[in-house]
């Protein structure tokens, strides 16, 4: 599967931004998803996860409430809704695609975009 990430751009402090991540190749719905994010200079970070049915789904502490991930295996796509941004948001976001069962290790995704920036400014 091949996955496309996009909707990232430049935003103010308490705005909202939605990405998108397309897939290709092979239907989403055989995938757990899960979003990922890099600051400079930091370690890739866990961010948001959702199993293949939507039934189960994970949130980064620092992210809860204010993030939302979602899936529409119909238009192969899965979305990460992002509400009240603050600056240290700022970082390059990345989705990815696990065959088997939701997690938030990243060494269990097999499959990654290629990132969208996102920048929050105070």
């Known amino acids: 599967v091949q996955l496309q990430a996009s909707g990232g751009g430049l935003v103010q402090a308490g705005g909202s931004l939605r990405l998108s991540c397309a897939a290709s190749?092979?239907?989403?719905?055989?995938?757990?998803m899960a979003w990922f994010r890099q600051s400079p200079g930091k370690e890739r970070d866990f961010v948001a996860a959702?199993?293949?049915?939507?039934?189960?789904?994970y949130y980064a502490d620092s992210v809860k409430v204010r993030f939302t991930i979602s899936r529409d295996n119909a238009k192969n796509t899965v979305y990460l809704q992002m509400n009240s941004l603050k600056p240290e948001d700022t970082a390059v976001y990345y989705c990815?695609?696990?065959?088997?069962?939701?997690?938030?290790?990243?060494?269990?995704?097999?499959?990654w975009g290629q990132g969208t920036l996102v920048t929050v400014s105070s």
């Open positions: 990815a695609a696990d065959p088997d069962v939701v997690t938030t290790d990243q060494y269990e995704y097999d499959y």
């Open positions: 190749g092979r239907t989403v719905s055989r995938y757990a």
């Open positions: 959702i199993s293949r049915s939507a039934g189960r789904v």
